[in-house]
């Protein structure tokens, strides 16, 4: 790596490089790759050991080592059996367009420096900000992923109701539920905010009328935002928009959807009433490293009014002059980070390659998949589900089994490298969870998953 060779070494030129790298990569998105399972640390110090060298080792044996060795112990996400947690499913466009964001070195923080690249994130921004009905004005910025874009829109509700409050006033609570994901309290403890819960209708959703109550209870000027959730992540909930972003209307809170996994429903038009009220909310998020095809990482924060998101983000240095005072969009001013990949290129691409017709088809299938997984539970006299699906996750129990026996049918699935579905919990009981956002996974996939629970 010295003088002008500092792009290869004495082991690797160039043509070597590519066609080891680029080769892998073109034939792991072209083929199905198995589910793997993960090593121990002893294994893998047995099998790879140390690998940097005073010397480096070569192109031709980096990759083969990453091949033979690291890459089989990673779970492949978009395996179809990959049914836990949220898995990924990126498209064969976004993934391979993700290797050319890796090869061309965009600084995507701001416009002066990346504006192709902002104007194309843009665009993929904007058709999500259509999905949802937010104003024209709308906009926002690709961060890492939800936990992100949950702390971000958090931090400018937080700087908005502060500059918003009366003298002597500091607005120190987060509103929102136990049904929310885990990283709306770990936002609230990074911001060392007091989180509230509201208490859940009978149908496992937060309303108006609930958070009214809690509300008038805690003083709503104390409240800096309500966290709605579309598509809570063990259940698919989702609350109630409507009758949520009305009351936060009413007391000028700072509305704010989570829609890390189920935001992407909005393109489905057989649910999308489900979901009326989004459009009122003051910031939104949803992963397309989700259920939009994206791969990892890829969180869109979309903001109603983005010049008070601006207010609370932009870093200020004089060496960052030339780009805070300009008035062109720096992403960067719309969450917490600086420095930034354009990580909504792949899914930009892919948008752009496919039509947002074939997104609309994909998800929709994989509902009709999840309906399937729902209705051959059902028929099944040693299953029970648990609650009615929303959207594409499933949970069910198997009569008569203990925590033990999920943890052990889970392992035995991995194990064998058949499927990876991990139970979940809820009130205490350990359950089995289908997560499905890939639409590779078929009929058969959920037959024979569940024909091992006999
Ligand atoms: C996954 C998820 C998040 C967190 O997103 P990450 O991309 O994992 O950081 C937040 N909210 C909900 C509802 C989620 O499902």
Avoid at 67 to 77: E, F, K, N
Avoid at 243 to 258: A, T
Wanted: hydrophobic content about 40%; overall charge negative; some cysteine.
């Amino acid at each position: 790596m010295m003088g002008t060779s500092y792009r290869s070494n004495r082991h690797t030129d160039l043509d070597t490089l590519s066609e080891a790298v680029i080769a892998y990569a073109a034939d792991r998105i072209r083929s199905a790759p198995p589910l793997d399972k993960p090593l121990t640390e002893a294994e893998l110090v047995e099998r790879v050991g140390q690998t940097i060298t005073p010397g480096g080792l070569g192109g031709t044996e980096a990759m083969r080592i990453f091949a033979d060795d690291l890459a089989p112990s990673c779970l492949s996400t978009d395996h179809p059996r990959y049914l836990s947690f949220i898995p990924c499913a990126p498209s064969d466009a976004a993934s391979m367009f993700d290797v050319v964001v890796g090869a061309s070195s965009i600084y995507g923080g701001s416009w002066l420096e990346g504006s192709g690249a902002v104007y194309a994130e843009n665009l993929a921004l904007r058709w999500i900000a259509d999905l949802a009905g937010m104003p024209a004005g709308a906009g926002g910025v690709f961060t890492s992923g939800g936990t992100i874009g949950n702390l971000s829109a958090l931090v400018a509700a937080r700087h908005t109701a502060r500059s918003r409050a009366e003298t002597g006033v500091r607005p120190t609570l987060l509103v929102s539920t136990e049904g929310a994901h885990s990283s709306i309290k770990s936002a609230a403890e990074v911001m060392d905010a007091e989180f509230v819960g509201v208490p859940l209708d009978e149908n496992w959703r937060l309303t108006g009328a609930n958070l009214r109550s809690v509300l008038l209870e805690r003083g709503p000027e104390n409240v800096f935002a309500v966290v709605a959730t579309a598509g809570t992540t063990n259940f698919g909930v989702i609350d109630d928009l409507a009758s949520v972003g009305e009351v936060c209307r009413e007391f000028g809170i700072w509305f704010h959807v989570d829609g890390a996994y189920g935001g992407a429903g909005l393109a489905a038009p057989s649910i999308r009433d489900r979901y009326a009220g989004v459009e009122h909310c003051d910031s939104f998020i949803v992963d397309p490293h989700k259920w939009l095809f994206a791969p990892y990482d890829c969180c869109a924060l979309l903001y109603r009014d983005p010049a008070l998101a601006r207010a609370a983000h932009t870093q200020k240095a004089g060496y960052l002059d030339v780009l805070t005072e300009a008035p062109e969009w720096n992403p960067t001013d719309y969450s917490i980070g600086l420095t930034r990949r354009a990580r909504g290129l792949p899914f930009w691409f892919s948008l752009t390659v496919n039509g947002t017709d074939a997104y609309t088809a994909a998800i929709e299938h994989t509902l009709n998949i999840a309906r399937y997984a729902e209705d051959e539970v059902a028929r099944r006299p040693y299953l029970e589900l648990v609650r009615e699906r929303d959207l594409t996750v499933v949970v069910f129990r198997r009569l008569g089994w203990a925590a033990a026996d999920y943890h052990r049918w889970s392992d035995e699935l991995l194990g064998d490298e058949f499927a990876f579905v991990v139970p979940t919990t809820h009130a205490g009981e350990t359950l089995a969870r289908f997560a499905i956002v890939n639409p590779e996974t078929s009929e058969g996939d959920i037959r024979a998953i569940l024909d091992t629970m006999a």
